[in-house]
Protein backbone atom coordinates (compact mmCIF):
# COMPACT_ATOMS: atom_id res chain seq x y z
CA UNK A 1 0.00 0.00 0.00
CA UNK A 2 3.15 2.35 -0.08
CA UNK A 3 2.85 3.90 -3.68
CA UNK A 4 -0.96 5.06 -3.33
CA UNK A 5 -0.68 6.60 -0.29
CA UNK A 6 2.35 8.27 -0.98
CA UNK A 7 0.54 9.76 -3.60
CA UNK A 8 -2.33 10.54 -1.28
CA UNK A 9 0.20 12.11 1.28
CA UNK A 10 1.16 14.08 -2.03
CA UNK A 11 -1.94 15.51 -3.05
CA UNK A 12 -2.97 16.41 0.16
CA UNK A 13 0.17 18.37 1.15
CA UNK A 14 -0.10 20.13 -2.15
CA UNK A 15 -3.18 21.04 -1.47
CA UNK A 16 -2.60 22.35 2.12
CA UNK A 17 0.15 24.39 1.07
CA UNK A 18 -1.49 25.99 -1.46
CA UNK A 19 -4.45 26.63 0.36
CA UNK A 20 -2.33 28.00 3.37
CA UNK A 21 -0.29 30.29 0.58
CA UNK A 22 -3.58 31.63 -0.84
CA UNK A 23 -4.90 32.52 2.46
CA UNK A 24 -1.65 34.12 3.62
CA UNK A 25 -1.71 36.16 0.60
CA UNK A 26 -4.71 37.48 0.82
CA UNK A 27 -3.94 38.10 4.60
CA UNK A 28 -1.31 40.10 4.29
CA UNK A 29 -2.04 43.42 5.70
CA UNK A 30 -0.58 46.22 3.18
CA UNK A 31 -0.69 48.52 6.37
CA UNK A 32 0.60 46.99 9.62
CA UNK A 33 1.50 50.25 11.33
CA UNK A 34 -2.37 51.33 10.63
CA UNK A 35 -4.67 49.96 13.09
CA UNK A 36 -8.11 48.28 12.03
CA UNK A 37 -10.69 51.59 12.53
CA UNK A 38 -12.22 54.22 9.82
CA UNK A 39 -9.50 55.80 8.25
CA UNK A 40 -7.54 52.54 7.50
CA UNK A 41 -10.79 50.58 5.99
CA UNK A 42 -11.54 54.28 4.02
CA UNK A 43 -8.35 53.97 2.48
CA UNK A 44 -7.86 50.16 1.62
CA UNK A 45 -11.35 50.35 0.18
CA UNK A 46 -10.64 53.27 -1.94
CA UNK A 47 -8.08 51.64 -3.68
CA UNK A 48 -9.52 48.77 -3.95
CA UNK A 49 -12.81 50.82 -5.86
CA UNK A 50 -10.35 52.40 -7.84
CA UNK A 51 -8.10 49.78 -9.33
CA UNK A 52 -11.51 47.54 -9.94
CA UNK A 53 -12.07 46.86 -13.54
CA UNK A 54 -15.17 46.22 -13.20
CA UNK A 55 -15.97 48.78 -10.48
CA UNK A 56 -17.94 52.02 -11.42
CA UNK A 57 -15.46 53.78 -9.39
CA UNK A 58 -12.47 52.02 -11.66
CA UNK A 59 -9.64 54.54 -12.71
CA UNK A 60 -6.64 53.86 -15.72
CA UNK A 61 -3.38 53.79 -13.77
CA UNK A 62 -2.28 57.32 -15.74
CA UNK A 63 -5.02 58.90 -13.36
CA UNK A 64 -3.99 57.33 -10.10
CA UNK A 65 -2.35 60.77 -9.13
CA UNK A 66 -1.63 60.76 -5.29
CA UNK A 67 -0.47 63.59 -3.75
CA UNK A 68 0.88 63.99 -0.39
CA UNK A 69 1.81 67.53 1.87
CA UNK A 70 5.34 66.90 3.55
CA UNK A 71 5.53 68.87 6.85
CA UNK A 72 3.10 66.84 9.52
CA UNK A 73 2.32 64.50 6.60
CA UNK A 74 5.23 62.79 5.56
CA UNK A 75 7.92 64.09 8.06
CA UNK A 76 7.54 65.95 11.36
CA UNK A 77 7.29 69.66 11.38
CA UNK A 78 7.15 70.73 15.16
CA UNK A 79 8.19 72.22 16.74
CA UNK A 80 9.40 74.28 14.08
CA UNK A 81 9.24 73.53 10.26
CA UNK A 82 13.16 71.72 9.25
CA UNK A 83 13.74 74.35 6.50
CA UNK A 84 13.58 76.99 8.95
CA UNK A 85 16.17 75.43 11.48
CA UNK A 86 17.90 75.07 7.84
CA UNK A 87 17.83 78.85 7.03
CA UNK A 88 18.93 79.17 11.06
CA UNK A 89 21.72 77.35 11.35
CA UNK A 90 23.13 78.05 7.82
CA UNK A 91 22.94 81.86 8.23
CA UNK A 92 25.08 80.97 10.98
CA UNK A 93 27.46 79.32 9.27
CA UNK A 94 28.04 82.31 6.55
CA UNK A 95 28.07 85.12 9.21
CA UNK A 96 31.92 85.22 9.16
CA UNK A 97 31.37 86.56 5.34
CA UNK A 98 28.57 88.63 6.56
CA UNK A 99 30.25 91.35 9.64
CA UNK A 100 27.10 93.88 8.29
CA UNK A 101 24.79 90.99 10.14
CA UNK A 102 26.13 91.64 13.45
CA UNK A 103 24.22 95.15 13.46
CA UNK A 104 21.19 94.27 11.45
CA UNK A 105 17.94 92.64 12.34
CA UNK A 106 16.80 89.81 12.45
CA UNK A 107 20.49 88.59 11.67
CA UNK A 108 21.78 90.28 14.89
CA UNK A 109 18.91 88.24 16.91
CA UNK A 110 19.55 85.19 15.65
CA UNK A 111 23.62 85.30 16.07
CA UNK A 112 23.08 86.19 19.75
CA UNK A 113 20.50 83.46 19.89
CA UNK A 114 17.53 85.69 20.74
CA UNK A 115 15.33 83.59 19.21
CA UNK A 116 12.51 85.93 20.92
CA UNK A 117 13.24 88.83 19.09
CA UNK A 118 14.00 86.64 16.16
CA UNK A 119 10.01 85.38 16.22
CA UNK A 120 8.96 89.06 16.58
CA UNK A 121 10.69 89.82 13.51
CA UNK A 122 7.66 87.93 12.15
CA UNK A 123 7.23 86.86 8.86
CA UNK A 124 8.94 89.37 6.95
CA UNK A 125 12.15 88.76 9.41
CA UNK A 126 12.05 85.01 8.68
CA UNK A 127 11.44 85.52 4.91
CA UNK A 128 15.15 88.00 4.91
CA UNK A 129 16.76 84.93 6.73
CA UNK A 130 15.67 82.03 4.42
CA UNK A 131 16.43 84.59 1.52
CA UNK A 132 20.29 85.01 2.96
CA UNK A 133 20.36 81.31 3.36
CA UNK A 134 18.66 79.62 0.10
CA UNK A 135 19.56 82.74 -2.60
CA UNK A 136 23.03 83.76 -4.18
CA UNK A 137 24.40 80.41 -5.12
CA UNK A 138 24.18 77.99 -7.64
CA UNK A 139 21.66 75.32 -7.83
CA UNK A 140 24.30 72.59 -7.43
CA UNK A 141 25.80 74.46 -4.22
CA UNK A 142 22.33 74.88 -2.80
CA UNK A 143 21.81 71.18 -3.53
CA UNK A 144 25.38 70.51 -1.83
CA UNK A 145 24.29 73.31 1.24
CA UNK A 146 20.84 71.19 2.24
CA UNK A 147 22.39 67.58 1.71
CA UNK A 148 25.14 68.35 3.94
CA UNK A 149 23.05 69.79 6.76
CA UNK A 150 20.63 66.98 6.20
CA UNK A 151 23.28 64.05 6.91
CA UNK A 152 23.73 65.32 10.41
CA UNK A 153 20.74 67.76 11.41
CA UNK A 154 19.16 65.83 14.41
CA UNK A 155 15.69 66.65 16.30
CA UNK A 156 16.34 67.63 19.55
CA UNK A 157 13.14 65.47 21.41
CA UNK A 158 13.17 63.17 18.99
CA UNK A 159 16.59 61.96 18.35
CA UNK A 160 16.58 61.27 14.89
CA UNK A 161 18.15 63.07 12.02
CA UNK A 162 15.63 65.07 10.73
CA UNK A 163 15.53 62.99 7.00
CA UNK A 164 14.60 60.29 9.32
CA UNK A 165 11.99 61.86 11.03
CA UNK A 166 9.29 60.30 8.95
CA UNK A 167 6.07 58.36 9.66
CA UNK A 168 6.32 54.55 9.24
CA UNK A 169 2.34 53.98 8.51
CA UNK A 170 3.14 57.07 5.30
CA UNK A 171 6.10 54.85 4.22
CA UNK A 172 3.55 51.63 4.12
CA UNK A 173 0.53 54.06 2.38
CA UNK A 174 3.03 55.32 -0.55
CA UNK A 175 4.36 51.88 -0.75
CA UNK A 176 0.82 50.31 -1.13
CA UNK A 177 -0.10 53.42 -3.77
CA UNK A 178 2.36 52.70 -5.65
CA UNK A 179 1.98 48.76 -5.67
CA UNK A 180 -1.58 49.75 -7.13
CA UNK A 181 -0.06 51.38 -10.27
CA UNK A 182 -0.51 55.21 -8.43
CA UNK A 183 1.91 57.88 -8.96
CA UNK A 184 2.82 59.65 -5.99
CA UNK A 185 3.77 63.04 -5.17
CA UNK A 186 4.93 65.65 -2.60
CA UNK A 187 2.75 69.16 -2.69
CA UNK A 188 4.29 70.78 -0.38
CA UNK A 189 4.51 74.82 1.28
CA UNK A 190 7.96 73.95 2.13
CA UNK A 191 10.50 74.61 -0.71
CA UNK A 192 11.10 72.64 -3.57
CA UNK A 193 14.91 72.33 -3.78
CA UNK A 194 15.57 72.04 -0.21
CA UNK A 195 13.09 68.48 -0.32
CA UNK A 196 14.67 66.98 -3.19
CA UNK A 197 17.49 65.98 -2.14
CA UNK A 198 16.00 63.69 0.71
CA UNK A 199 12.67 62.61 -1.20
CA UNK A 200 13.75 59.68 -3.43
CA UNK A 201 15.78 57.89 -0.66
CA UNK A 202 13.12 58.79 2.62
CA UNK A 203 9.97 58.12 0.40
CA UNK A 204 10.53 56.35 -2.93
CA UNK A 205 9.65 59.90 -4.41
CA UNK A 206 11.91 61.46 -7.40
CA UNK A 207 12.97 65.29 -7.67
CA UNK A 208 10.16 65.69 -10.65
CA UNK A 209 7.57 64.24 -8.40
CA UNK A 210 8.06 67.20 -5.49
CA UNK A 211 6.01 70.06 -5.45
CA UNK A 212 6.64 72.98 -3.42
CA UNK A 213 7.52 76.76 -3.06
CA UNK A 214 10.16 78.36 -5.16
CA UNK A 215 12.33 81.21 -5.36
CA UNK A 216 13.21 83.10 -8.76
CA UNK A 217 15.95 81.20 -10.45
CA UNK A 218 18.11 82.30 -13.85
CA UNK A 219 20.20 80.59 -16.07
CA UNK A 220 23.84 82.60 -16.00
CA UNK A 221 27.05 81.62 -17.45
CA UNK A 222 29.86 81.63 -14.27
CA UNK A 223 33.21 81.08 -14.46
CA UNK A 224 32.99 79.83 -17.88
CA UNK A 225 30.04 77.31 -17.04
CA UNK A 226 26.65 77.39 -17.66
CA UNK A 227 24.92 77.15 -14.28
CA UNK A 228 21.50 77.97 -12.73
CA UNK A 229 21.87 81.04 -9.83
CA UNK A 230 18.88 81.15 -7.55
CA UNK A 231 17.74 85.08 -6.91
CA UNK A 232 16.11 86.36 -3.60
CA UNK A 233 13.00 86.89 -4.85
CA UNK A 234 9.82 84.72 -4.18
CA UNK A 235 8.60 83.13 -7.17
CA UNK A 236 5.71 80.87 -6.00
CA UNK A 237 4.41 80.07 -3.05
CA UNK A 238 2.63 76.40 -2.90
CA UNK A 239 0.66 76.50 -0.16
CA UNK A 240 -3.20 76.97 0.92
CA UNK A 241 -5.12 78.49 -2.83
CA UNK A 242 -1.33 77.51 -4.09
CA UNK A 243 -1.29 73.80 -4.06
CA UNK A 244 -4.02 73.51 -7.03
CA UNK A 245 -2.32 75.86 -8.99
CA UNK A 246 1.39 73.60 -8.34
CA UNK A 247 -0.28 70.97 -9.16
CA UNK A 248 -1.81 72.13 -11.94
CA UNK A 249 1.75 73.46 -13.36
CA UNK A 250 3.45 70.28 -12.13
CA UNK A 251 1.43 67.36 -12.25
CA UNK A 252 -1.55 68.47 -14.70
CA UNK A 253 -3.64 65.74 -13.64
CA UNK A 254 -6.12 66.20 -10.78
CA UNK A 255 -5.47 64.07 -8.23
CA UNK A 256 -7.74 61.05 -6.76
CA UNK A 257 -5.97 61.01 -3.46
CA UNK A 258 -4.61 64.32 -1.38
CA UNK A 259 -3.03 64.01 1.82
CA UNK A 260 -2.28 66.76 4.06
CA UNK A 261 -2.60 67.82 8.29
CA UNK A 262 -3.63 71.88 8.16
CA UNK A 263 -5.97 74.02 7.33
CA UNK A 264 -3.30 74.81 4.43
CA UNK A 265 -4.07 72.20 2.91
CA UNK A 266 -7.71 72.22 2.62
CA UNK A 267 -7.56 73.98 -0.65
CA UNK A 268 -5.39 70.89 -1.92
CA UNK A 269 -8.44 68.24 -0.72
CA UNK A 270 -10.89 70.60 -2.14
CA UNK A 271 -9.55 70.42 -5.39
CA UNK A 272 -9.11 66.95 -5.38
CA UNK A 273 -12.83 66.18 -4.31
CA UNK A 274 -14.01 67.98 -6.65
CA UNK A 275 -13.45 66.23 -9.77
CA UNK A 276 -15.38 63.68 -11.39
CA UNK A 277 -16.01 59.94 -9.99
CA UNK A 278 -14.46 58.73 -6.65
CA UNK A 279 -11.36 60.79 -4.71
CA UNK A 280 -10.61 60.59 -1.16
CA UNK A 281 -9.00 63.32 0.96
CA UNK A 282 -7.64 62.76 3.96
CA UNK A 283 -5.59 64.84 7.04
CA UNK A 284 -3.30 63.48 10.09
CA UNK A 285 -4.77 64.62 13.38
CA UNK A 286 -1.37 65.50 15.49
CA UNK A 287 -3.01 63.53 19.02
CA UNK A 288 -0.09 61.79 20.12
CA UNK A 289 1.89 63.32 22.98
CA UNK A 290 3.67 60.17 24.44
CA UNK A 291 5.39 59.11 20.52
CA UNK A 292 5.45 62.66 19.24
CA UNK A 293 3.54 65.85 19.45
CA UNK A 294 -0.27 66.94 20.28
CA UNK A 295 -0.92 70.09 18.53
CA UNK A 296 -4.17 71.40 16.14
CA UNK A 297 -6.49 74.50 16.19
CA UNK A 298 -4.02 76.60 18.57
CA UNK A 299 -0.29 75.70 16.83
CA UNK A 300 2.21 77.84 15.46
CA UNK A 301 2.96 75.37 12.43
CA UNK A 302 0.39 73.02 10.72
CA UNK A 303 -2.37 74.75 12.36
CA UNK A 304 -5.10 72.26 12.01
CA UNK A 305 -8.80 74.51 12.82
CA UNK A 306 -11.37 75.00 10.07
CA UNK A 307 -10.80 71.77 8.43
CA UNK A 308 -11.47 69.92 11.71
CA UNK A 309 -14.66 71.80 11.85
CA UNK A 310 -15.60 71.00 7.92
CA UNK A 311 -14.32 67.62 7.71
CA UNK A 312 -17.77 65.88 8.33
CA UNK A 313 -19.77 67.83 6.31
CA UNK A 314 -16.87 67.19 3.52
CA UNK A 315 -16.66 63.75 3.97
CA UNK A 316 -12.51 64.28 4.78
CA UNK A 317 -10.73 61.44 6.72
CA UNK A 318 -9.11 62.98 10.00
CA UNK A 319 -6.13 60.41 11.00
CA UNK A 320 -5.99 60.16 14.54
CA UNK A 321 -1.93 59.47 15.12
CA UNK A 322 -3.07 58.29 18.49
CA UNK A 323 -5.87 55.88 17.75
CA UNK A 324 -5.09 55.18 14.02
CA UNK A 325 -1.08 54.15 14.07
CA UNK A 326 0.65 51.24 15.68
CA UNK A 327 3.45 52.47 15.17
CA UNK A 328 4.78 55.73 14.37
CA UNK A 329 8.01 55.79 13.04
CA UNK A 330 10.46 53.45 11.47
CA UNK A 331 12.61 50.96 13.54
CA UNK A 332 16.00 51.59 13.74
CA UNK B 1 22.07 4.07 -35.87
CA UNK B 2 18.43 5.75 -35.72
CA UNK B 3 18.85 7.07 -32.12
CA UNK B 4 22.25 8.29 -32.11
CA UNK B 5 21.74 10.06 -35.24
CA UNK B 6 18.60 11.47 -33.87
CA UNK B 7 19.84 12.71 -30.53
CA UNK B 8 23.17 14.77 -32.84
CA UNK B 9 20.44 16.63 -34.80
CA UNK B 10 18.30 17.51 -31.89
CA UNK B 11 21.73 18.88 -30.54
CA UNK B 12 22.76 20.38 -33.90
CA UNK B 13 19.39 21.83 -34.25
CA UNK B 14 19.06 23.41 -30.75
CA UNK B 15 22.20 25.21 -31.35
CA UNK B 16 21.79 26.96 -34.36
CA UNK B 17 18.68 27.94 -33.12
CA UNK B 18 20.10 29.31 -30.06
CA UNK B 19 23.03 30.67 -32.47
CA UNK B 20 20.65 32.49 -34.56
CA UNK B 21 18.53 33.81 -31.76
CA UNK B 22 21.42 35.05 -30.02
CA UNK B 23 22.92 36.92 -33.22
CA UNK B 24 19.66 38.01 -34.03
CA UNK B 25 19.35 40.02 -30.58
CA UNK B 26 22.26 41.68 -30.85
CA UNK B 27 21.43 42.82 -34.73
CA UNK B 28 18.22 43.85 -33.44
CA UNK B 29 18.54 47.53 -34.37
CA UNK B 30 16.56 50.04 -31.94
CA UNK B 31 16.75 52.65 -34.49
CA UNK B 32 15.79 51.25 -37.56
CA UNK B 33 14.26 54.61 -39.44
CA UNK B 34 17.98 56.08 -38.10
CA UNK B 35 20.62 55.84 -41.25
CA UNK B 36 24.19 54.44 -40.22
CA UNK B 37 26.47 57.70 -39.29
CA UNK B 38 27.94 59.23 -36.74
CA UNK B 39 24.58 61.02 -35.46
CA UNK B 40 22.96 56.98 -34.82
CA UNK B 41 26.65 56.23 -33.90
CA UNK B 42 26.62 59.09 -30.96
CA UNK B 43 23.61 58.24 -29.72
CA UNK B 44 24.32 54.39 -29.77
CA UNK B 45 27.58 55.02 -28.08
CA UNK B 46 26.32 57.48 -25.49
CA UNK B 47 23.50 55.16 -24.21
CA UNK B 48 26.19 51.90 -24.06
CA UNK B 49 28.35 54.30 -21.71
CA UNK B 50 26.21 55.44 -19.46
CA UNK B 51 24.00 52.11 -19.29
CA UNK B 52 27.53 50.09 -18.49
CA UNK B 53 28.16 49.50 -15.34
CA UNK B 54 31.58 49.02 -15.88
CA UNK B 55 32.50 52.34 -17.84
CA UNK B 56 33.63 55.53 -16.34
CA UNK B 57 30.68 56.95 -18.18
CA UNK B 58 28.01 55.25 -15.62
CA UNK B 59 25.31 56.38 -14.97
CA UNK B 60 22.52 55.45 -12.04
CA UNK B 61 19.16 55.32 -13.45
CA UNK B 62 17.51 58.01 -11.55
CA UNK B 63 19.63 60.21 -12.93
CA UNK B 64 19.53 59.61 -16.93
CA UNK B 65 17.29 62.05 -17.68
CA UNK B 66 17.01 63.38 -21.57
CA UNK B 67 14.81 66.40 -21.98
CA UNK B 68 13.50 66.97 -26.22
CA UNK B 69 12.18 70.31 -27.71
CA UNK B 70 8.89 69.61 -28.81
CA UNK B 71 7.83 71.95 -32.22
CA UNK B 72 10.54 70.73 -34.97
CA UNK B 73 12.28 68.22 -32.94
CA UNK B 74 9.35 65.74 -31.81
CA UNK B 75 6.29 67.07 -34.20
CA UNK B 76 6.29 69.38 -37.18
CA UNK B 77 6.58 73.23 -36.67
CA UNK B 78 6.58 74.34 -40.41
CA UNK B 79 5.40 76.67 -41.63
CA UNK B 80 3.72 77.74 -38.47
CA UNK B 81 3.67 76.18 -34.91
CA UNK B 82 0.83 74.04 -34.22
CA UNK B 83 -0.37 76.26 -30.87
CA UNK B 84 -0.80 79.43 -32.74
CA UNK B 85 -2.99 77.89 -35.36
CA UNK B 86 -5.46 76.66 -32.75
CA UNK B 87 -4.93 79.92 -31.16
CA UNK B 88 -6.36 81.86 -34.69
CA UNK B 89 -8.78 78.52 -35.27
CA UNK B 90 -10.20 79.46 -31.50
CA UNK B 91 -10.36 83.15 -31.61
CA UNK B 92 -12.48 82.16 -35.01
CA UNK B 93 -14.95 79.98 -33.20
CA UNK B 94 -15.86 82.73 -30.50
CA UNK B 95 -15.60 85.71 -32.65
CA UNK B 96 -19.89 85.44 -31.98
CA UNK B 97 -19.25 86.06 -28.33
CA UNK B 98 -17.06 89.34 -29.04
CA UNK B 99 -18.57 91.64 -31.21
CA UNK B 100 -16.01 94.36 -30.10
CA UNK B 101 -13.22 92.09 -32.68
CA UNK B 102 -15.09 93.34 -35.45
CA UNK B 103 -13.34 96.48 -34.86
CA UNK B 104 -10.47 95.65 -33.22
CA UNK B 105 -6.98 94.22 -34.25
CA UNK B 106 -5.48 92.10 -34.84
CA UNK B 107 -8.69 90.32 -34.14
CA UNK B 108 -10.50 92.44 -37.05
CA UNK B 109 -7.73 91.10 -39.46
CA UNK B 110 -7.69 87.60 -38.60
CA UNK B 111 -11.32 87.30 -39.15
CA UNK B 112 -10.93 89.14 -42.70
CA UNK B 113 -8.39 86.45 -43.04
CA UNK B 114 -6.28 89.00 -43.82
CA UNK B 115 -2.78 87.33 -42.41
CA UNK B 116 -0.34 90.02 -43.90
CA UNK B 117 -2.43 92.70 -41.27
CA UNK B 118 -1.83 89.75 -38.35
CA UNK B 119 1.38 89.18 -39.34
CA UNK B 120 2.53 92.85 -39.30
CA UNK B 121 0.96 93.19 -36.11
CA UNK B 122 4.06 91.32 -34.14
CA UNK B 123 4.34 89.44 -31.34
CA UNK B 124 2.12 91.84 -29.34
CA UNK B 125 -0.58 91.09 -31.58
CA UNK B 126 -0.14 87.68 -32.13
CA UNK B 127 -0.07 87.49 -27.84
CA UNK B 128 -3.49 89.02 -27.41
CA UNK B 129 -4.97 86.35 -29.56
CA UNK B 130 -2.89 83.95 -27.49
CA UNK B 131 -4.35 85.14 -24.50
CA UNK B 132 -7.96 85.90 -25.88
CA UNK B 133 -8.01 81.77 -27.01
CA UNK B 134 -5.75 80.47 -23.48
CA UNK B 135 -7.09 82.31 -20.41
CA UNK B 136 -10.23 83.30 -19.45
CA UNK B 137 -11.57 79.34 -18.82
CA UNK B 138 -11.01 76.64 -16.53
CA UNK B 139 -8.42 74.38 -16.64
CA UNK B 140 -10.88 71.27 -17.87
CA UNK B 141 -12.51 73.42 -20.14
CA UNK B 142 -9.38 74.50 -21.41
CA UNK B 143 -8.18 70.74 -22.02
CA UNK B 144 -11.48 69.79 -23.72
CA UNK B 145 -10.91 72.92 -26.31
CA UNK B 146 -7.39 71.19 -27.28
CA UNK B 147 -8.55 67.66 -27.23
CA UNK B 148 -11.53 68.35 -29.51
CA UNK B 149 -9.17 70.70 -31.77
CA UNK B 150 -6.25 67.99 -32.14
CA UNK B 151 -9.22 65.37 -33.12
CA UNK B 152 -9.83 66.79 -36.14
CA UNK B 153 -7.14 69.83 -37.10
CA UNK B 154 -4.71 68.83 -39.90
CA UNK B 155 -1.64 69.82 -41.61
CA UNK B 156 -2.26 71.49 -45.03
CA UNK B 157 0.42 70.25 -46.93
CA UNK B 158 1.54 67.28 -45.35
CA UNK B 159 -2.08 65.73 -44.42
CA UNK B 160 -1.61 64.38 -41.22
CA UNK B 161 -3.53 65.44 -38.04
CA UNK B 162 -1.15 67.68 -36.33
CA UNK B 163 -1.29 65.22 -33.23
CA UNK B 164 0.42 62.45 -35.79
CA UNK B 165 2.56 64.68 -37.89
CA UNK B 166 5.43 63.04 -35.33
CA UNK B 167 8.97 62.27 -35.93
CA UNK B 168 9.17 58.73 -36.45
CA UNK B 169 12.99 58.34 -35.54
CA UNK B 170 12.15 60.09 -32.40
CA UNK B 171 9.65 57.71 -30.90
CA UNK B 172 12.00 55.12 -31.51
CA UNK B 173 15.05 57.04 -29.97
CA UNK B 174 12.07 58.10 -27.04
CA UNK B 175 11.58 54.49 -26.54
CA UNK B 176 15.18 52.88 -27.28
CA UNK B 177 16.24 55.32 -24.15
CA UNK B 178 13.24 54.02 -22.22
CA UNK B 179 14.38 50.53 -22.74
CA UNK B 180 17.49 51.82 -20.90
CA UNK B 181 16.06 52.94 -17.89
CA UNK B 182 16.34 57.02 -19.05
CA UNK B 183 13.56 58.99 -18.21
CA UNK B 184 12.12 61.32 -21.11
CA UNK B 185 10.68 64.74 -20.80
CA UNK B 186 9.46 67.20 -23.15
CA UNK B 187 11.01 70.88 -22.80
CA UNK B 188 8.97 73.19 -25.15
CA UNK B 189 8.68 76.79 -25.67
CA UNK B 190 5.07 75.67 -26.44
CA UNK B 191 2.23 75.79 -23.78
CA UNK B 192 2.42 73.31 -21.37
CA UNK B 193 -1.05 72.82 -21.25
CA UNK B 194 -1.61 72.92 -25.04
CA UNK B 195 1.02 70.06 -24.90
CA UNK B 196 -0.40 67.76 -22.01
CA UNK B 197 -3.44 66.30 -23.73
CA UNK B 198 -1.56 64.73 -26.21
CA UNK B 199 2.40 63.45 -25.14
CA UNK B 200 1.27 60.39 -23.35
CA UNK B 201 -0.55 59.01 -26.57
CA UNK B 202 1.67 60.20 -29.06
CA UNK B 203 4.98 59.83 -26.88
CA UNK B 204 4.47 58.01 -23.81
CA UNK B 205 5.38 60.84 -21.96
CA UNK B 206 2.87 61.55 -19.26
CA UNK B 207 1.65 64.86 -18.52
CA UNK B 208 3.93 65.56 -15.26
CA UNK B 209 7.04 65.06 -17.57
CA UNK B 210 6.23 67.81 -19.91
CA UNK B 211 7.77 71.33 -18.98
CA UNK B 212 6.21 74.51 -21.63
CA UNK B 213 5.20 78.02 -21.24
CA UNK B 214 2.67 78.89 -19.35
CA UNK B 215 0.03 81.60 -18.32
CA UNK B 216 -1.03 82.32 -14.82
CA UNK B 217 -3.54 80.51 -13.17
CA UNK B 218 -5.96 80.51 -9.78
CA UNK B 219 -7.72 78.71 -7.91
CA UNK B 220 -11.25 79.99 -7.43
CA UNK B 221 -14.61 78.78 -6.20
CA UNK B 222 -17.33 78.87 -9.62
CA UNK B 223 -20.58 77.73 -9.22
CA UNK B 224 -19.98 75.84 -5.95
CA UNK B 225 -16.90 73.46 -7.45
CA UNK B 226 -13.34 74.29 -6.86
CA UNK B 227 -11.32 75.20 -10.14
CA UNK B 228 -8.37 76.24 -11.22
CA UNK B 229 -9.24 79.27 -13.86
CA UNK B 230 -6.63 80.34 -16.34
CA UNK B 231 -5.91 84.11 -16.28
CA UNK B 232 -4.68 86.51 -19.11
CA UNK B 233 -1.19 86.90 -18.07
CA UNK B 234 2.54 85.42 -18.59
CA UNK B 235 3.57 83.51 -15.91
CA UNK B 236 7.15 81.27 -17.30
CA UNK B 237 8.29 81.74 -20.89
CA UNK B 238 10.39 78.33 -21.39
CA UNK B 239 12.07 79.24 -24.20
CA UNK B 240 16.18 79.84 -24.94
CA UNK B 241 17.11 80.66 -21.03
CA UNK B 242 13.95 79.86 -19.65
CA UNK B 243 14.60 76.16 -20.52
CA UNK B 244 17.14 75.66 -18.10
CA UNK B 245 14.78 76.95 -15.70
CA UNK B 246 11.98 75.16 -16.88
CA UNK B 247 14.10 71.95 -15.98
CA UNK B 248 15.36 72.81 -12.48
CA UNK B 249 12.02 73.85 -11.59
CA UNK B 250 9.80 70.79 -13.14
CA UNK B 251 12.82 68.19 -13.07
CA UNK B 252 15.53 69.05 -10.38
CA UNK B 253 18.26 66.97 -11.90
CA UNK B 254 20.22 68.04 -14.53
CA UNK B 255 19.73 66.07 -17.99
CA UNK B 256 22.49 64.03 -19.23
CA UNK B 257 20.87 64.30 -22.99
CA UNK B 258 19.28 67.02 -24.17
CA UNK B 259 17.51 67.58 -28.05
CA UNK B 260 16.30 70.26 -30.09
CA UNK B 261 16.19 71.93 -33.44
CA UNK B 262 16.87 75.52 -33.45
CA UNK B 263 19.30 78.67 -31.64
CA UNK B 264 16.11 78.77 -28.88
CA UNK B 265 17.36 75.32 -27.13
CA UNK B 266 21.17 76.01 -27.09
CA UNK B 267 21.11 77.07 -23.58
CA UNK B 268 19.28 73.83 -22.95
CA UNK B 269 21.82 72.12 -24.71
CA UNK B 270 24.37 73.80 -23.11
CA UNK B 271 23.03 73.36 -19.51
CA UNK B 272 22.84 69.78 -19.99
CA UNK B 273 26.81 69.24 -21.11
CA UNK B 274 28.29 72.07 -18.53
CA UNK B 275 27.21 68.77 -16.07
CA UNK B 276 30.87 66.70 -14.97
CA UNK B 277 30.98 63.05 -16.70
CA UNK B 278 29.39 62.31 -20.17
CA UNK B 279 26.81 64.48 -22.23
CA UNK B 280 25.11 64.39 -24.98
CA UNK B 281 23.39 67.87 -26.86
CA UNK B 282 21.62 67.19 -30.63
CA UNK B 283 20.19 69.44 -32.78
CA UNK B 284 17.83 68.38 -35.60
CA UNK B 285 18.76 70.17 -38.97
CA UNK B 286 15.44 70.48 -41.39
CA UNK B 287 17.06 69.63 -44.72
CA UNK B 288 14.58 67.79 -46.13
CA UNK B 289 12.44 69.94 -48.70
CA UNK B 290 10.79 66.64 -50.10
CA UNK B 291 9.85 64.31 -47.04
CA UNK B 292 9.18 67.63 -44.58
CA UNK B 293 10.55 70.93 -44.75
CA UNK B 294 13.93 72.42 -45.74
CA UNK B 295 14.63 75.78 -43.52
CA UNK B 296 17.09 77.05 -40.80
CA UNK B 297 19.22 80.53 -40.80
CA UNK B 298 16.27 82.29 -41.79
CA UNK B 299 13.49 80.52 -41.08
CA UNK B 300 10.57 82.68 -39.64
CA UNK B 301 9.80 79.10 -37.06
CA UNK B 302 12.83 77.20 -35.29
CA UNK B 303 15.52 79.58 -36.61
CA UNK B 304 18.76 77.44 -36.42
CA UNK B 305 21.63 79.90 -37.31
CA UNK B 306 24.20 79.87 -34.03
CA UNK B 307 23.68 76.37 -33.19
CA UNK B 308 24.79 75.35 -36.88
CA UNK B 309 28.30 77.97 -36.58
CA UNK B 310 28.66 76.58 -32.61
CA UNK B 311 27.96 72.84 -33.30
CA UNK B 312 31.92 71.67 -34.10
CA UNK B 313 33.36 73.69 -31.63
CA UNK B 314 30.89 72.27 -28.68
CA UNK B 315 30.90 69.11 -29.63
CA UNK B 316 27.36 69.14 -30.21
CA UNK B 317 25.38 66.58 -33.01
CA UNK B 318 23.54 68.20 -36.00
CA UNK B 319 21.30 65.58 -37.10
CA UNK B 320 20.52 65.85 -40.89
CA UNK B 321 17.04 65.24 -41.58
CA UNK B 322 17.39 64.25 -45.30
CA UNK B 323 20.92 62.42 -44.52
CA UNK B 324 20.29 60.33 -41.45
CA UNK B 325 16.39 60.06 -40.89
CA UNK B 326 15.74 56.47 -43.10
CA UNK B 327 11.73 57.44 -42.77
CA UNK B 328 10.47 60.63 -41.38
CA UNK B 329 7.16 60.05 -40.07
CA UNK B 330 5.03 56.69 -38.81
CA UNK B 331 3.89 54.46 -41.34
CA UNK B 332 -0.06 54.86 -41.57
Redesign the interface.
Given at each position: MGKPLKGISVFILAFSTSLIFSVSVQAADPLPSWNAGPSKSAIIEFVAAVTDKNSKDYVEP?RRIATFDNDGTLWVEYPMYTQVLFAFDRVKKLAPQHPEWKTKQPFKALLAGDMKTVGASGMKGVAELVMASHAGMT?DEFTQDVTRWLATARHPKLGCLYKECIYQPQLELLTYLRANEF?T?IVSGGG??FM?PMT?KAYGI?????VGS?IV???QTKDG????VRQPKIDFIDDK?????GI??????RPILAFGNADADM?MI??TR?GKGRRLGLFVHHTDADREYAYDRNSHVGQLDKALDQADANGWIIVDMKKDWRQVFPEK
Open positions: GSKFIQRMPPWQVSSEFKSAIAGKPVYSHIGVQEYA
